[in-house]
C-alpha cells in the first residue's frame, strides 16, 4: 500500500506553513515510514517519541522476538493464568472481542497453524494443542489471561494497527496537526489533506490500483501474494483450515487501524458478521478479485 500526497497547502489560521519530514526504520517486520508536518527544532523529538511507541508494541507482541512478552507468554501457556502488562491486555482484550463477534474467522490463537504453514519459526515452547482455539483462553480480572489448553497466541496484523494507532497518539501528543503513520499494510492519516491510497493487484502485486481518498483515518490490506508459501499463505480461513488471500485482497477504512487491520481478515473469510462488525466499527471495505473488479462492503 502506498500514498500519493497532496501539494501543500497553506493554512489560513496559521502564520507558518511547516514543512514535511519523513523518517523510516525497520519495525514490525516491516519498514515504517512516518511523514509529519514539523519544524526542525522538535523533528527528533517528534520522531522518537512516535517510533518509540512502535517499539514499545514490538518489544511486546513480537512473535519472532524470544524476549517478547507474547513469546514469554506463548513458553507459560501450559501453566493456567499468567499475568500480563496493561498494553498485552488491551490488545488480547480487542481480539477476544472479534473473536466472539466474528464467530473466530478472526482468531488470534491461530500461531501453531502458521508454525505449520511455515509463515511464523516455531518458538520455544511446549507443544501447542492442534484443537486449540480463541475460546481455551480469557482475560480474566482485567490483566490474567487464563488457558484452558496449551496454545500459541500471535497477534500479528491487529497489533501493528495498534502500533500505528498508538503512533498517531504520540504525534498529536508532540502538538503535530498533520501526518501519516505507513507500516507496510497498516496505514493511518490524520490532519486537513485527503491522502490518495494505492493498493496492489491482487493478480500482479507490481502494478497498483488508486482507491480512494483517506482523511482523518486508518487503512488496512491483507492479501496472501507476498506471503504465499507451498501453497500456502499467512491468512487463515478458520472455518475450514485453509489458507486465504490467494489471488484477491481485501482493504479497509475504519476510524483505527486496529480495527481496520482486524476486520480484513473478517471480510475476506466471507463470514456473515462482516458487513455487521462494518458498520458498527464506522468501517467500509473494498474487495478486489484477481481481475482487478472492486466490490466494497460498508
Not at 94 to 104: H, I
Not at 274 to 286: D, E, I, T, V
Not at 288 to 296: A, C, E, K
Request: glycine residues 8%.
Amino acid at each position: 500500500m502506498h500514498i500519493a500526497a497532496p501539494a501543500p497547502t497553506a493554512d489560513p489560521g496559521n502564520a507558518t506553513v511547516l514543512p514535511m519530514r519523513e523518517r523510516m526504520r525497520p519495525l514490525l517486520g516491516t519498514f515504517v515510514c512516518i511523514r509529519v508536518e514539523v519544524d526542525a527544532a522538535q523533528a527528533n523529538r517528534t520522531f522518537a517519541a512516535a517510533f518509540g511507541a512502535i517499539e514499545q508494541v514490538q518489544a511486546c507482541l513480537s512473535f519472532h522476538d524470544p524476549q517478547s512478552e507474547l513469546s514469554r507468554i506463548n513458553r507459560s501457556a501450559a501453566e493456567a493464568a499468567q499475568r500480563v502488562s496493561p498494553l498485552f491486555a488491551r490488545v488480547l482484550r480487542a481480539s477476544l472481542a472479534l473473536a466472539r463477534a466474528s464467530e473466530g474467522r478472526f482468531d488470534p490463537s491461530i500461531g501453531a497453524r502458521l508454525v505449520r504453514w511455515g509463515q511464523l519459526p516455531a518458538p520455544e515452547a511446549a507443544a501447542a494443542d492442534e484443537q486449540a482455539d480463541w475460546r481455551d483462553l480469557s482475560l480474566v480480572d482485567g490483566q490474567t489471561v487464563r488457558f484452558h489448553k496449551p496454545l500459541w497466541l500471535d497477534f500479528g496484523g491487529i497489533a501493528k494497527g495498534y502500533a500505528v494507532d498508538l503512533a498517531v497518539a504520540a504525534l498529536k501528543a508532540q502538538g503535530v496537526r498533520k501526518g501519516l503513520v505507513n507500516a507496510g499494510g497498516d496505514l493511518r492519516v490524520f490532519g486537513a489533506d485527503p491522502q490518495t491510497i494505492h493498493v496492489r493487484h491482487p493478480a500482479s502485486p507490481a502494478q497498483s490500483i488508486p482507491l480512494l481518498q483517506l482523511r482523518d483515518s486508518a487503512v488496512a490490506t491483507s492479501a496472501g501474494y507476498f506471503s504465499a508459501r507451498d501453497g500456502y499463505t499467512a491468512l487463515v480461513d478458520t472455518a475450514t483450515a485453509a489458507p486465504m488471500g490467494a489471488g484477491e485482497s481485501v482493504t479497509v477504512v475504519a476510524r483505527r487501524a486496529i480495527w481496520a487491520d482486524a476486520l480484513t481478515k473478517i471480510v475476506l473469510s466471507g463470514h456473515a458478521s462482516a458487513p455487521g462488525l462494518l458498520r458498527r466499527l464506522g468501517a467500509q471495505a473494498a474487495c478486489i478479485d484477481s481481475s482487478g473488479q472492486t466490490r466494497r462492503l460498508g
